[in-house]
C-alpha cells in the first residue's frame, strides 16, 4: 500500500473574477522511502494541492480523496489535522526568509514545534534543536540557535527550516520549490543533504518544482502538471527518454542542455492559460503542435501508455507515441494528419487573427 | 548611426578616440574596472566605515557580433559590472572602452551618444516597466529622448519593432499589466531595440519566465542577433542557458573574474576550482547526466565582499587550497596546455580528469548519529 494516495483531487477558488480552477481531478501515489517529484509552471496547481493535503488553503472548496497511512486527510478536522501536521508530514517551503518568523529566533521556532507534538522539557527541546542544526550542517549550532533569521543567509535559513521540517521525524516530506531562491553551489548542498537524510530515516519525499534539472537528479519518480491536471507521470527515466505527453515533450525540447534537445531551442507556443477560463477538452491543445479535433472536445483520460511500468498519459495520441527524437515526432505528425478537421482549422484562424505578429517569434 | 568621434572627453588623452577602422579593436573593452559601495554610519557627520567591494579590478573584451556570458552566484559582482559597462554606475576606478573611445569619465551628456549604441534588457519584466504608461510610450521613449523620431513617424517605427519581437502591433496602447510575463520581457527587447544599437547587456533575461516561455526569448534574442549584427554580453545565473547562448563566458567569484575561456572548453575542462565546482551543481535535465557526474559539494557559504579574503578570494572554500592561495593572489593567465584563449586566476589549476574531493565530513556520519540518538522524539504520539 502507498504512504499516501491521492484520487481525483479538486481545489477551486470562489473570487470575484470567476471561479479559479486551480486543481482539477488530480491523483497520485507516494511510495514510503520514494521522493516523487511533481513538475509544472506557474499556476499548475502543484502547489496549492500539496497545501491542500495539509488543510493550509483556507477558502478554497476542496473534493476528491487523499489516504495517509489509512487515514482519509481531507476529512480530518482541524485538531486532528494539527496533529499529522509537522509530526507526520512537514513541509518546507520555497522562501525560507517569509516561512521563519522574524521575531523569534531560530531554536525558539525549532522548539516550538517539537514541544507542539511530544511533551518534552524546554531544556531538552533546545538541546535537540542543536543537535538539528548540527545535523543540517550549520557551523557553530549552540550559537546560531539563538540567532534570528535574519541574522542567518539564504542557505543557512533554508538548512534551519529543513531541521525544523525534521524535528519530528516524518514520513513525508513536502518540498515545495526548496532550493529555487538558491545559488547553484548551495542548491546542490541542500540537496545532498535531504537526500541523505532521507536514506537515514527513510521519509518519503514529495519535491515540487518548476526545475526539470533538480527532478532528474533527486526523483524516483515524476508526474508533470498542466493546468491542474496530472499531463503524464512514470519513472524518472521513462520521463525524460520516452515521455508521451506532448507537453512533456515541449519541456524537453526547450531547455538547453535537456535529453531531447539539441541545437536551436524549440520553444512551446502560447502562453499556460489562466484558470478562470481553461480551454475546453484537454487544456493544452491550444498551444499543442499535435492537437487533433477530438482534443479540443474531449478531455482525455489518464490512462497507462507504453514507456514502461507505471506510465500514465493523458493525451489522444496512441498510447505507443513515445519518445523524444524526431522520428518519435514525425510519427505522431503522421498520425494527428487524418484527424485534423474543422476544430483545428477554427483554432488556427483564431491564432492567426489574434497574434500577426507572432510568427516571427515563434517561426 | 551615432559615429564614434562624436563627443571626445577634453580631460583624456587616450589616443584610441581618434576613430581607428572598426574591426581593428573589440566592441568593448573593459580594463581593471573597480566599483566599491561605500557603507556610511551617522547621522549628520556621515563617516565612511567600509565599502562592498562589488567589482575588484575586472578586465575583458568583448568581441563583435559575439555573446561574452557572465555566470557567477548571488553577490559575485556580475550586476555591478554590468551597470559599470553601461555606465549607470559611476566607476571607482578603471576603464571602458567602447569601440575605441574612453567612456568611463564621460558626463551624462557626453553619455548619451554612446547609450544610443549600448543598451540594457533587465531580469524583471515587472520592475522594469512602468505600469502606468502604454507600451507604445514605453518602446518609444528611447526614439523620444534622442529626438529621432516623433508623432507619426514614433508610432509606425514602435509598431515595426513591435512586430519584429513578436509582439501584436495594435496592442500599442495597452498597459504592462495587460500582458504576460514573456510579452513583458519582448516589450523590454523592443525598447533595447529602437535605437539600433551594436551592444546590448542582458542581466537575466530569462530567469524571470516560465520554463516553456524561456526558450521563446532565447530563440527571439537569437534572431535578432544575426539580423541587427549585434552584440552580447549575457548574464545569468542558469549554467545551461549560459552554455546555450554564450560564445564565450567568463565566471565571477567576489567581485573577480577567475576564469574565462571559449563556452565548449570552460565547459568541457573548466581549469579552477570554483568553475568545476559550480560546473558540477548545476543539475542538468538529463538524469544520465546528472546522476553519474560526480558532484563537488562546496561547504560554507560564500565570504563577504565588505571583508573579503586575502590572497586568491576563493581559499576559503576551495577543495585544493594550499597556504600560498592565502597570501598570494594568483593573476588570471594561460595555464600550461590551455589554448591561448582560456585564462584562469588560480595557482594550482584542477588537471584535466582531475576529480575535485569536498572538505567537509560527509553529511550521513551526522544524519547517522541523529537517527540512532534521541529515542525520545520518536516515541509517543502527538501529547
Known amino acids: 500500500m502507498s504512504l499516501l494516495s491521492v484520487r481525483d483531487l479538486t481545489v477551486s477558488f470562489p473570487t470575484s473574477d470567476g471561479v479559479v480552477r486551480a486543481v482539477r481531478g488530480l491523483s497520485f501515489d507516494v511510495e514510503a522511502g520514494q521522493t516523487l517529484g511533481i513538475v509544472g509552471e506557474t499556476g499548475s496547481g502543484k502547489s496549492v494541492s500539496a497545501l491542500s493535503l495539509l488543510g493550509l488553503n483556507p477558502g478554497a472548496d476542496i473534493s476528491g480523496s487523499a489516504v495517509f497511512e489509512g487515514t482519509e486527510l481531507l476529512a480530518l478536522r482541524q485538531d486532528q489535522l494539527r496533529r499529522v501536521r509537522g509530526a507526520e508530514i512537514a513541509m518546507i517551503f520555497q522562501d525560507p526568509l517569509s516561512s521563519l518568523h522574524p521575531y523569534y529566533r531560530v531554536g525558539w521556532q525549532i522548539c516550538e514545534a517539537i514541544r507542539t507534538h511530544r511533551r518534552t522539557s524546554r531544556a531538552e527541546a533546545m538541546r535537540q534543536a542543536v543537535e538539528l542544526l548540527r545535523m543540517v550542517s550549520i557551523p557553530q549550532p549552540e550559537r546560531r540557535v539563538s540567532a534570528f533569521p535574519h541574522e542567518l543567509s539564504g542557505g543557512m535559513r533554508q538548512r534551519a527550516m529543513i531541521a525544523m521540517a525534521l524535528a519530528l521525524r516524518p514520513k513525508l516530506l513536502i518540498a515545495d520549490e526548496p532550493t529555487t531562491a538558491l545559488d547553484a553551489t548551495v542548491q546542490a548542498q541542500l540537496m545532498e543533504l535531504l537526500g541523505g537524510m532521507q536514506r537515514e530515516l527513510g521519509m518519503a519525499m514529495i519535491v515540487i518544482t518548476h526545475d526539470l534539472g533538480l527532478v532528474a537528479t533527486v526523483a524516483d519518480s515524476v508526474l508533470v502538471m498542466y493546468a491542474g491536471r496530472g499531463a503524464e507521470r512514470a519513472d524518472y527515466r521513462t520521463i525524460f527518454r520516452s515521455p508521451h505527453h506532448p507537453y512533456t515533450r515541449g519541456l524537453l525540447a526547450s531547455i538547453p542542455g535537456a535529453a531531447g534537445s539539441g541545437g536551436r531551442l524549440v520553444p512551446i507556443v502560447g502562453q499556460p492559460p489562466s484558470l478562470i477560463r481553461i480551454p475546453s477538452g484537454c487544456a493544452f491543445h491550444p498551444r499543442c503542435p499535435f492537437a487533433m479535433d477530438v482534443c479540443v472536445r474531449d478531455q482525455p483520460p489518464f490512462v497507462p501508455v507504453s514507456g514502461g511500468e507505471g506510465h500514465l498519459s493523458a493525451c489522444w495520441l496512441p498510447p505507443d507515441a513515445v519518445g523524444v527524437d524526431a522520428a518519435a515526432d514525425v510519427a505522431r505528425q503522421r498520425y494527428v494528419e487524418g484527424r485534423r478537421g474543422p476544430a483545428i482549422a477554427r483554432l488556427r484562424a483564431a491564432v492567426a487573427g489574434a497574434r500577426p505578429g507572432g510568427a516571427v517569434a515563434h517561426g | ?383
Not at chain 2, 67 to 81: A, D, N, Q
Open chain 2, 1 to 383: 548611426m551615432a559615429d564614434t568621434a562624436a563627443p571626445v572627453n577634453p580631460a583624456s588623452d587616450e589616443p584610441s578616440l581618434v576613430a581607428a577602422p572598426a574591426e581593428d579593436h573589440p566592441l568593448l573593452r573593459v580594463e581593471n574596472v573597480v566599483k566599491h559601495f561605500p557603507i556610511k554610519r551617522g547621522i549628520f557627520f556621515k563617516r565612511q566605515i567600509g565599502s562592498v567591494q562589488a567589482v575588484e579590478g575586472v578586465s575583458l573584451e568583448v568581441r563583435r557580433g559575439e555573446t561574452l556570458g557572465l555566470v557567477g552566484e548571488t553577490g559575485c559582482g556580475k550586476s555591478t559590472l554590468a551597470r559599470c559597462i553601461t555606465r549607470l554606475y559611476p566607476l571607482t576606478s578603471g576603464q571602458v572602452i567602447f569601440d575605441g573611445a574612453d567612456i568611463s569619465r564621460l558626463s551624462a551628456r557626453q553619455l548619451r551618444t554612446y547609450r544610443r549604441r549600448m543598451q540594457m534588457i533587465f531580469q524583471d519584466p515587472f520592475g522594469s516597466l512602468n505600469p502606468r504608461r502604454r507600451v507604445g510610450s514605453i518602446i518609444g521613449d528611447p526614439l523620444a529622448i534622442h529626438g529621432i523620431a516623433d508623432g507619426g513617424e514614433r508610432k509606425r517605427r514602435v509598431q515595426e519593432l513591435m512586430e519584429v519581437v513578436g509582439l501584436n502591433p495594435e496592442h500599442y496602447n495597452r498597459f504592462p499589466s495587460e500582458f504576460s510575463g514573456g510579452q513583458r520581457q519582448r516589450i523590454g527587447v523592443a525598447r533595447a531595440l529602437a535605437l539600433r544599437p551594436s551592444l546590448i547587456v542582458c542581466d537575466e533575461p530569462v530567469s524571470a519566465l516560465d520554463v516553456s516561455v524561456q526558450a521563446q526569448i532565447i530563440n527571439l534574442l537569437e534572431d535578432l542577433q544575426g539580423e541587427f549584427n549585434l552584440t552580447y554580453v549575457f548574464i545569468a545565473h542558469d549554467l545551461a542557458v549560459v552554455e546555450h547562448v554564450s560564445d564565450r563566458v567568463a565566471v565571477m567569484y567576489l567581485g573577480k573574474i577567475v576564469e574565462l575561456a571559449e563556452t565548449a572548453e570552460l565547459f568541457g575542462s573548466p581549469r579552477h576550482p570554483y568553475t568545476a565546482a559550480l560546473l558540477s551543481a548545476s543539475m542538468v535535465a538529463d538524469p544520465e547526466k546528472a546522476r553519474s557526474s560526480h558532484r563537488v559539494v562546496l561547504y560554507g557559504d560564500v565570504p563577504s565582499p565588505i571583508n573579503p579574503p586575502s590572497g586568491c578570494r576563493f581559499h576559503t572554500r576551495c577543495p585544493k587550497a594550499q597556504p600560498i592561495c592565502s597570501v598570494d593572489e594568483p593573476p588570471l593567465r594561460v595555464q600550461a596546455g590551455d589554448p591561448a584563449g582560456h585564462v584562469t586566476a588560480c595557482h594550482f589549476p584542477v588537471a584535466p580528469g582531475e576529480q575535485l574531493v569536498g572538505a567537509a565530513p560527509p553529511i550521513s556520519a551526522t544524519a547517522t548519529a541523529f537517527a540512532a540518538a534521541s529515542p525520545d522524539i520518536s516515541e509517543g504520539g502527538g501529547a
